[in-house]
T-cell receptor, first 114, second 116 residues
């Protein structure tokens, strides 16, 4: 069965550079969530989209932006990268915002800022 | 603000033991609770989803229970195996004003080690 695809899997950037993370949800899933997991931490919600519109926002820095495209894939854009942005970034998808649907996670993108 | 706590933080057991992982949440107004498994540096694998109207869910050697009113969930693993070694995370979907956007609030996880 198709799963949530994230690319790239690993990314190394220097401070003050920009990075773009991509997420391709499970086919027919129209809701995408982004989470950030720092070393030894639990995943923290960043932002979500439903039907290409932002549906909720968490602790996402102003330096980050995201969008969902017409094919439902999503991109997380990160600018002016800082060392503290080094983390595992997860994307999850679900079928609409109906809350009793299960969220499926991708394998994550490991971002290292040097 | 919802807070999710998992106890114990780490657990080491010999192979074959049955074990229980605990999860508690401060706001009982949840829509569902999920248990995940995470191997070191890897992604999150969903193990079980319990809707707020349910009391438990079972999948193979795993059984998860939910007591919404007391803000508690347990994950029971029967006949543990070394391959079960991983971090187990519980997460809740918060209800807010009758509408939830599906975001998950996670606990810190329990690091499980099953030794042969």
């Amino acid at each position: 069965a198709a799963g949530v695809i994230q690319s790239p899997r690993h990314l190394i950037k220097e401070k003050r550079e920009t990075a773009t993370l991509k997420c391709y949800p499970i086919p027919r899933h129209d809701t995408v969530y982004w989470y950030q997991q720092g070393p030894g931490q639990d995943p923290q919600f960043l932002i979500s989209f439903y039907e290409k519109m932002q549906s909720d926002k968490g602790s996402i820095p102003d330096r980050f932006s995201a969008q969902q495209f017409s094919d439902y894939h999503s991109e997380l854009n990160m600018s002016s990268l800082e060392l503290g942005d080094s983390a595992l970034y997860f994307c999850a998808s679900s079928l609409d915002m109906a809350v009793n649907t299960e969220a499926f996670f991708g394998q994550g993108t490991r971002l290292t800022v040097v | 603000k919802q807070e999710v706590t998992q106890i114990p933080a780490a657990l080491s057991v010999p192979e074959g033991e049955n074990l229980v992982l605990n999860c508690s949440f401060t706001d009982s107004a949840i829509y569902n609770l999920q248990w995940f498994r995470q191997d070191p540096g890897k992604g999150l694998t969903s193990l079980l989803l319990i809707q707020s109207s349910q009391r438990e869910q079972t999948s193979g050697r795993l059984n998860a229970s939910l007591d919404k009113s007391s803000g508690r969930s347990t994950l029971y693993i029967a006949a543990s195996q070394p391959g079960d070694s991983a971090t187990y995370l519980c997460a809740v979907t918060q209800a807010a004003g009758g509408t939830s956007y599906g975001k998950l609030t996670f606990g810190q996880g329990t690091i499980l080690t099953v030794h042969p």
